[in-house]
């Protein structure tokens, strides 16, 4: 697969997940750090509120102290005393004279700033944090009594008592931070100190839980979103996988999954497990869809691939190609045991149709090591399969180094074979046609040679074959009938006498209707009478669409052309094709004239066909005649023209000017 190919599929395969996951992990990331950010500013909140409550105390109690002297101190500290048990939070008070020397505590605790743990706060210190409603004082003075201010209570909400925690002494073990500090109060002259120990609990951060529980909703819908999409891009991306190596036809594993398996068979492939790569293919699969419908050919190419899956390992591989044609990669231990498991495969194919005969064609590649290129490696598959032909038999075909080399070679032809035409490389060769009546010459077979200006001469079973099959042959022909057609008008031009010399036409050419227009279009451009050209036709020629062939030559005869055929009696429907096609020479094959019979049975069906040519009024051309027999045979017979070795060998135009000059 080449990389272009391969990066297309990635991408359709591949649905991007990465900005889903960005996405949930900035959304992540934000809530994160709103939650940190909110239990900052409510924790600072929280701290603010409750050292200004606890100033508010200390206060309240340095209040007391403005009449501590005379008869009032046992009373003052009675007061603070009982204070000091409604407020749990305050853990001591100490007073302090101008000089710092203790006038009265209520325990043995004592202010000391080289304590890490207590802190020092004066009333300038904590009046810049927030400033909350004043309550009132809970003591009051009357007289010479000190109360407690009952009505305070009804005044503060029952939030604002639990947020005091007066009357919550017990809930101290329960708080979450503990912060001892010292107010500082100057009362007259006196310093008061009170301790007190502030605690922050969790329902102190009741909205801001809240408020974390309402957003940490909304994140958690984001979250479940963002998970729906990746399980929606995993399934899709699931879906899209197997839609990509499904094979329409079979429903099973098309051909980039064959590859990619195959692939990756083969890169875990040990020295103790050898791998085969093998193209099976049924022979005439368009003739049975032709016969039976698409539909049919197609049930029967699914048909076939489950019977190919249930005979295929797990570390194996197989896929449906094209056609009626599968890949396979199979492991083995020596041909003999790989070709009669393939044959038993083809015993269970062809039991798919127990009424009829299939046949199959194999091509079989064994793997080498260090080779992974699971295509080219079928390609090799493929070409010795190509290799076999159309034989009506089953066959395998291993893929060897010669045919490799015919690969390579027909890629040079095909490289080469444009510039070729271009630079008239390809050269006419004349073979004369000798008349049996005064054995002079009565006509000539074109026939092309390349003159290649590095490999030399190359004969035409070398490249003829290849260009049928690429096409390139129409070019050619063309190529040829103008160079005769302008060789005979340079004749003419010379005052020489000219005779009939053939062009093979391929069959390729009798699928255009308008051929016949063609081919004269090209011989007028020379102003050459129509009948010193023969046109050659194959039997094959016959098979392809009659009807077309039938007015193509008509309308050739017509137009004065010569038609002949070609390697007749080659073929299997030589009698029949002559009864529809209006000929002027038949070419009998020269496969008479050889073998170990050609003085009984094949002469004795050479003399039948010229007398029955003779009756279509038909001339008979004789060809590859290689001796005196065979000559006097055909002129005893009144064989017309004879063309073989014999007489003379296929050779350049300028050689046969000169052998000829005098004709």
């Not at 005969?357 to 598959?381: H, S, T």
């Amino acid at each position: 697969m080449s990389n272009a190919k391969d990066k297309r599929i990635k991408r359709l395969k591949k649905k991007r997940i990465w900005p889903s996951i960005l996405g949930l992990f900035i959304i992540t990331f934000i809530f994160c750090i709103m939650i940190v950010a909110l239990l900052a500013v409510a924790g600072v909140d929280v701290t603010q509120r409750k050292l200004v409550q606890s100033n508010s105390r200390a206060k309240t109690i340095s209040a007391v102290f403005e009449k501590y002297d005379g008869e009032q101190k046992q009373k003052v500290e009675d007061s603070v005393l009982t204070y000091l048990e409604l407020a749990p939070e305050i853990e001591a008070v100490w007073v302090a004279d101008a000089n710092g020397n203790k006038v009265w505590a209520s325990s043995n605790m004592a202010p000391d700033s080289q304590k890490a743990s207590e802190f020092m706060w004066s009333d300038e210190e904590v009046m810049h944090l927030i400033v909350e409603e004043d309550l009132g004082e809970i003591l009051v003075f009357e007289e010479d009594n000190i109360e407690i201010n009952e009505n305070i209570f009804s005044k503060m909400d029952v939030f604002t008592i639990i947020k005091s925690g007066i009357f919550f002494s017990n809930e101290k073990e329960s708080a979450l931070i503990h912060i001892r500090v010292w107010f500082l109060q100057e009362v007259k002259d006196l310093e008061v100190y009170v301790l007190q120990d502030i605690c922050i609990y969790a329902y102190d951060f009741l909205m801001l839980i809240m408020s974390i529980v309402m957003f940490g909703i909304m994140i958690a819908a984001f979250i479940l979103y963002y998970l729906i999409s990746f399980i929606s891009v995993i399934v899709s991306m699931r879906k899209t996988t197997k839609i990509i190596y499904t094979d329409l036809i079979t429903g099973g594993n098309n051909w980039l999954h064959f590859v990619k398996r195959g692939t990756g068979l083969l890169k875990r492939k040990s020295a103790s497990n050898a791998y085969a790569v093998i193209h099976i293919k049924m022979r005439k699969y368009r003739s049975f869809c032709t016969c039976f419908g698409v539909k049919e050919g197609e049930e029967l190419i699914e048909n076939l691939y489950h019977v190919l899956k249930k005979n295929i390992k797990h570390n194996e591989a197989m896929a449906h190609k094209e056609n009626a044609e599968f890949g396979l990669l199979l492991t083995y231990t020596d041909e003999r045991q790989l070709c009669a498991r393939i044959e038993a495969v083809e015993r269970a194919m062809d039991a798919v149709l127990p009424k009829m005969k299939l046949y199959f064609a194999v091509g079989i590649y064994k793997v080498q090591q260090k080779e992974r290129d699971i295509e080219q490696l079928y390609n090799n598959a493929l070409l010795a399969c190509d290799m076999l032909g159309e034989e009506a038999e089953n066959q395998i075909a291993f893929f060897d180094v010669e045919m490799n080399k015919q690969r390579l070679w027909e890629r040079k032809v095909e490289d080469d074979m444009d510039a070729a035409l271009a630079n008239r490389e390809f050269q006419v060769y004349l073979q004369p046609k000798i008349s049996t009546a005064e054995e002079n010459l009565a006509g000539a077979e074109a026939l092309v040679r390349w003159i290649h200006p590095q490999d030399g001469f190359i004969p035409p079973n070398k490249f003829i074959p290849i260009f049928e099959r690429n096409g390139f042959i129409l070019k050619l022909d063309d190529y040829m009938l103008e160079e005769i057609a302008r060789q005979q008008a340079e004749w003419i031009r010379q005052g020489r006498r000219v005779v009939p010399i053939s062009v093979n036409i391929s069959r390729a050419h009798f699928a255009k209707e308008d051929l016949a227009e063609h081919i004269c279009s090209i011989v007028d451009k020379y102003r050459v009478p129509h009948e010193v050209i023969e046109l050659e036709l194959t039997e094959s020629a016959f098979f392809d669409d009659k009807k077309v062939l039938l007015q193509t030559v008509k309308k050739l005869r017509d137009a004065g052309f010569i038609v002949s055929m070609d390697d007749f009696g080659a073929g299997y429907s030589s009698l029949n094709s002559l009864k529809e096609l209006q000929l002027d020479v038949l070419k009998l094959d020269a496969d008479f004239f050889r073998g170990v019979d050609v003085q009984e049975r094949g002469l004795l069906i050479v003399s039948e066909v010229i007398d029955l040519a003779k009756k279509l009024n038909m001339k008979i051309v004789a060809e590859g005649i290689e001796n005196r027999e065979q000559v006097d045979f055909l002129t005893e017979q009144e064989c017309d023209l004879i063309q073989g070795y014999f007489f003379a060998k296929p050779m350049p135009v300028r050689e046969f000017e000169e052998k000829y000059k005098e004709v």
